[in-house]
């Protein structure tokens, strides 16, 4: 099926697993009507407004887990720095700075297979204080369970963020220290608890599209409320260093049909953006994006706030 039929349909648009795949072979002036129909859907059910988050890397490197993707695994040789639990000065220093540019939920981020004792207990008194800022706290802290959860949701935590990182079929190529459905079991978890559950993956690890669309709708079926998507950018020292990157095209195309597929989610971009999108940063919207990861990443850098911020006004959408 076409973009141009699939228009016919709105605002009742369909998309199946059959559809997605037929869509992500588009080639040409194709793929244009598709990030156009993206976009209408995406005023249609998301508005003019755009999502700000951005996070701090808490805690850096030293992790027991293979993930192929990650500087911090404990398979990557990448110069990177290794810090435990940052104090409470770095991160409000971050958390503030954050809220100066708009941002909305700021979330902090653990290396590790989860965060445990001490250190679970410092960032439950991180996020009471955030949540005064006015800022919604989110929290990245590995496969933690229904206990350690209940303990961050009564300190004031509004997300937690947990991602699938692809698909099930594909998921051993990238780590075999944990698995899939651990990742599935920690999202519903959280799920259960009335936290509000930030889910994705990322893409240019050497999947199909087969597996970009499986995952896609494995996190439709668990219901999560936003999707961040991040691209691959290769780290010299981690297994999957020699990586091209992916093309612009390709990459927009991904947040397009994940757009189609999940028309109400918060569809957000976050790691990888500047290298993979590189001048095309902008299209994200036109893509079908509504939000972003606003400043650096984990191990790598963003692009400059105020770029961000002057490219939002530039295409006439609101924070």
């Not at 996020?127 to 919604?136: A, F, M, R």
């Not at 802290?141 to 959860?149: C, K, P, Q, T, Y």
């Not at 978890?189 to 994705?200: D, F, N, R, W």
């Not at 998507?229 to 981690?238: Q, W």
Request: with cysteine.
């Amino acid at each position: 099926m076409s973009p141009a039929e699939l228009r016919i349909q709105k605002p009742e648009i369909k998309v199946d697993r059959k559809i997605a795949l037929s869509l992500s072979e588009l080639q040409g002036s194709e793929v244009f009507e598709l990030f156009a129909l993206a976009n209408s859907v995406r005023m249609n059910f998301r508005g003019n407004r755009v999502d700000l988050c951005s996070i701090i890397n808490a805690k850096s490197g030293a992790c027991p887990e293979d993930c192929s993707f990650c500087a911090q695994s404990a398979n990557s040789r990448a110069n990177i720095e290794v810090y435990s639990l940052m104090n409470r000065e770095k991160i409000f220093e971050a958390a503030s700075s954050a809220k100066k540019f708009g941002v909305k939920r700021f979330c902090i981020v653990t290396s590790g297979k989860k965060a445990t004792g001490i250190d679970l207990e410092k960032i439950c008194g991180f996020i009471s204080e955030i949540k005064k800022t006015g800022l919604l706290p989110c929290a990245t802290l590995g496969m933690l369970g229904e206990s350690e959860l209940k303990e961050l949701k009564s300190a004031g935590l509004h997300r937690y963020h947990h991602n699938l990182e692809t698909s099930e079929a594909y998921f051993n190529e990238i780590c075999t220290t944990h698995t899939y459905r651990e990742k599935i079991k920690t999202i519903e978890t959280a799920k259960s608890l009335g936290l509000s559950v930030c889910s994705g993956g990322i893409f240019g690890l050497g999947e199909s599209w087969q597996d970009r669309i499986d995952m896609a709708f494995a996190l439709k079926e668990i219901g999560v409320d936003s999707v961040p998507i991040n691209f691959l950018t290769p780290i010299k020292g981690t297994p999957l260093g020699s990586r091209e990157t992916l093309s612009p095209t390709e990459a927009l195309k991904i947040i397009a049909i994940y757009r189609l597929i999940l028309p109400g989610l918060e569809i957000r971009v976050c790691g990888g953006r500047p290298n993979t999108l590189k001048d095309k940063n902008s299209y994200i919207f036109t893509a079908g994006a509504d939000g972003f990861l606003i400043g650096d990443y984990l191990t790598t850098h963003g692009r400059k706030p105020e770029d961000d911020l002057q490219m939002i006004k530039d295409m006439g959408m609101e924070i």
